[in-house]
């Protein structure tokens, strides 16, 4: 079972791997970007998209973690309160 899950694993990264180095090359058109007067120079579309996911990646799990930390806040605030 062990060597059939590394096996899944393994086939699973490389279908992944081919979908992003075929998206990166079929996105190879330069775009630029413009915010407040503020322009990027012509980047790759691909690269575009990439940095974007990996900034959304990054700061979701931040974002996640202060809802988490506010609900406990909350919960032993509340909890404190209930007891005297």
């Not at 700061?59 to 032993?76: D, E, M, N, Q, T």
């Amino acid at each position: 079972m062990r060597q059939v899950k590394r096996v899944l694993s393994i086939v699973l990264f490389l279908v992944v791997a081919f979908i992003c180095f075929a998206f990166v090359l079929e996105n190879q058109n330069p775009i630029k970007l413009t915010l407040l007067g503020w322009g990027t120079p012509d980047l790759p579309a691909s690269l575009v998209v990439i940095l974007a996911l990996l900034l959304g990646m990054a700061i979701g799990p931040v974002l996640a973690l202060g809802v988490v930390v506010r609900k406990r806040r909350v919960s032993s605030h509340r909890h404190a309160v209930t007891e005297h």
